[in-house]
């Protein structure tokens, strides 16, 4: 089983432009998550899903979207990317919300 | 929502026993405390979670007092591998995914010296 995976693992953009992170999950997890963590700072939630076909926001939605794809998929979407959004991202999957499994993260600057 | 607090970091050496706590004196009656570890540019671990007493697996014990508004994660014998943030989380593991106990807040940074 390869747990939790995303890409891409680095990505630079410049303000204004569009991207979508993927995350997958072969754990068959109902449960999935966006985070975002800052230098020198704990995780912050973006969005979840609680299952396939649902998402809710989480602390911090504003400037991104969200699709649960399928059960093993759920993507994170900026639409017009800008500098305060450049962060470490990490995508989560879980049964229950806690006890989560974590992907490595993908590393967003923008420029 | 169950807030915690926890030290901002702890500094402790190889083969000691460390324990950190972590205050959450608004815990609910379903909320379960879990921790989670984690290494610089890696996503945070599941470590340990428990609900009252204590609970023990091969990598920590975590004690919980009776009225359960604090708790004590306990890192027997560390070594510098140790070396990482410790997150304490409060919420109700039976709500299957809602964001309920999804507050990691900034962690204990744990340094462990040879």
């Known amino acids: 089983n390869a747990g939790v995976t995303q890409t891409p693992k680095f990505q630079v953009l410049k303000t204004g432009q569009s991207m979508t992170l993927q995350c997958a999950q072969d754990?068959?997890?109902?449960?999935m998550y966006w985070y975002r963590q800052d230098p020198g700072m704990g995780l912050r939630l973006i969005y979840y899903?609680?299952?396939?076909?649902?998402?809710d926001k989480g602390e911090v939605p504003n400037g991104y979207n969200v699709s649960r794809l399928n059960k093993r998929e759920f993507s994170l979407r900026l639409e017009s990317a800008a500098p305060s959004q450049t962060s470490v991202y990490f995508c989560a999957s879980s049964w229950a919300s806690n006890e989560q499994f974590f992907g490595p993260g993908t590393r967003l600057t923008v420029l | 929502l169950a807030k915690t607090t926890q030290p901002i970091s702890m500094d402790s050496y190889e083969g000691q026993e460390v324990n950190i706590t972590c205050s959450h004196n608004?815990?609910?009656?379903?909320?379960?405390i879990t921790w989670y570890q984690q290494f610089p540019s890696q996503g945070p671990r599941f470590i340990i979670q428990?609900?009252?007493t204590k609970v023990t697996n091969e990598v920590a014990s975590l004690f919980i007092p009776a009225d359960r508004k604090s708790s004590t994660l306990s890192l027997p014998r560390v070594s510098l591998s140790d070396t990482a943030v410790y997150y304490c989380?409060?919420?109700?593991?039976?709500?299957?995914?809602?964001?309920?106990?999804?507050?990691f807040g900034k962690g204990t940074h744990l340094i462990i010296q040879p």
């Open positions: 754990m068959n997890h109902n449960s």
């Open positions: 428990g609900y009252k």
């Open positions: 899903s609680a299952s396939e076909g649902t998402t």
């Open positions: 608004n815990i609910a009656t379903n909320d379960y």
């Open positions: 989380l409060v919420g109700d593991g039976r709500t299957g995914g809602g964001a309920d106990g999804l507050t």
